[in-house]
């Protein structure tokens, strides 16, 4: 699986963005550790979701790309899907619930992507975009159970070690988990003495309980402001890579995750939204107590005002 | 004076930042340019500030240094000046309005400043500050008006153009003109043929009345949201050095500024300060009309909650 990451790595070349990587002496002091950020709010489509979409839809064979790509996501995946579709010359069709923001939508059809409305009340979203791929013969790209998809997401870790040298330990947020199991994977591959912990909201906890119990737990819509981890549950493939290549997994409180988002505006000027601070978030409120260098990905930066305007009068 | 801005930037060396530089592929389709933002907001203290309060003390006696500086400023300069003498070990004395939000006093006193208050409406901060200095024998670093701080503020664009190549177009913050004339004489010196521009809010606009009549005009306590260019004249020092190196002066709405903020946070992801955006205010809403290859200093992050709320809402 390391080499499907660092093949991953050589495609993305000259299309992804090497986002850069930040520290704070603040911090360093604080947690007492070095602490290396990797900025994937600075990726394309401002999310690390550009390099699994890209990594995928650029492997496709030729009639494959000819027919185009389906998936299904509101956030930050669409967004990729929609924009590597238009750079490579791929239809993209994302399927939408239809209480989607009207800002989510027009920034995917701006891409050229078409946007499939569901009902959320009546069907799921994987019917929806699996229906299509059968009649119309669309390659489905699935949002993070998918091979392609989990390699060019471990791209990010890799550049991380690659740039900042050996780690002890990878503090990775996860939603469906394919961040994590791609980060996972990198670090072992880099820097084998790396411990990679997964970090999920208190309210999102499925994947920490599917990794307590070896059994798949889900959640069913959590009410965290962290809105990339309210997948329902780690998937067919990244489950078992979390289970073989993670090292823990850790919770971390709604306001841990507010006073994380602050801490990245007010003292790195950084533009982060909640799901993608839960590193810093378990490190400053003492859920992972740091050891030696450790590295966070700060997986994306999509926060919409209102979001973020609650989040600083907090 | 450019072989003083080089000279800064050596004492700077292992002590500033050296920001990064950012580029937006949406903003340089809209704009047809390419235009490379310097990233002050990443300096520390988190605005280029720390750049002249550096050079600046760095230079003084061991007679100097043992008695202490002392400057008028509650905005960045004194968290800059607050932060050098902590880490040069000279004693600081910042006067303050009386009226300065309280987290900007307790951000300069975290540093082991002395923070001493006037009565905004008996007295000004200069004369305060000079009879301190006159007391006890302390070292006058002004916020903008003193060649080596002028010198040290030059260094970000001196940075900028060693490490993007000559540029056409430079453009500048301007409140009472530290950063601009540092900057249009670094440009001068690495890129000839680069056009400094100087950019003021409109409700703010002296130095561009100064700029195009020869003589110095003044504003009092202009209403603009970009604070950190309320500063009512261009001073002794920078006056005549902006007459002679910047090319141009040009003024920028409110409501400009507010776009470029919010275009900076929800595309580009970072936090700048209104006073830090006016030069991408001016490209956006068309007060400069681009060429070639456009530098741009984001001069500071340094913003409110109330004010980035006030932003994200409008």
């Known amino acids: 699986m390391f080499e499907q990451v660092l093949a991953a790595k050589e495609r993305l070349k000259g299309y992804a963005n090497v986002t850069p990587v930040m520290t704070s002496r603040t911090l360093n002091r604080r947690v007492k550790a070095d602490v290396y950020f ?55 069709v994302i399927v939408m619930p239809n209480n989607a923001p009207a800002t989510k939508r027009a920034a995917t059809e701006e891409y050229g992507a078409t946007v499939v409305e569901y009902d959320l009340e009546k069907t799921i979203r994987e019917a929806v975009a699996t229906a299509l791929e059968i009649e119309h013969g669309y390659t489905m790209i699935p949002p993070f159970d998918h091979p392609d998809v989990i390699a060019g997401q471990g791209t990010a870790a890799l550049e991380l070690i690659e740039e900042v040298g050996d780690l002890d330990m990878l503090l990775v947020p996860c939603g469906g988990g394919g961040l994590l199991s791609g980060s996972a994977v990198a670090a072992k591959g880099m820097s084998p003495n790396c411990r990679t912990i997964g970090i999920e909201p208190e309210l999102a906890d499925d994947a920490t309980r599917s990794f307590r119990t070896k059994k798949l737990h889900r959640v069913k819509n959590p009410p965290t402001i962290a809105d990339g981890t309210r997948t329902a549950s780690l998937g067919k493939i990244t489950f078992p890579l979390v289970l073989e290549y993670v090292d823990d997994m850790k919770t971390v409180s709604e306001d841990a995750i507010i006073d994380a988002v602050q801490f990245l505006f007010y003292r790195m000027k950084l533009v982060v939204e909640p799901s993608g601070v839960l590193g810093l978030a378990a490190l400053m409120c003492g859920a992972v107590i740091p050891e030696g260098r450790v590295g966070i990905i700060l997986s994306g930066g999509n926060i919409d005002s209102a979001t973020m305007t609650s989040i600083l009068r907090s």
């Open 38 to 92: 990797k900025c994937e709010n600075f990726q394309r489509i401002g999310a690390f979701k550009f390099r699994g979409a890209f990594n995928a839809i650029s492997q496709l064979s030729k009639s494959q790309s000819s027919c185009g790509v389906v998936t299904f996501s509101s956030g930050n995946h669409a967004q990729a899907v929609a924009l590597v579709g238009q750079m490579l010359n791929v239809k993209t």
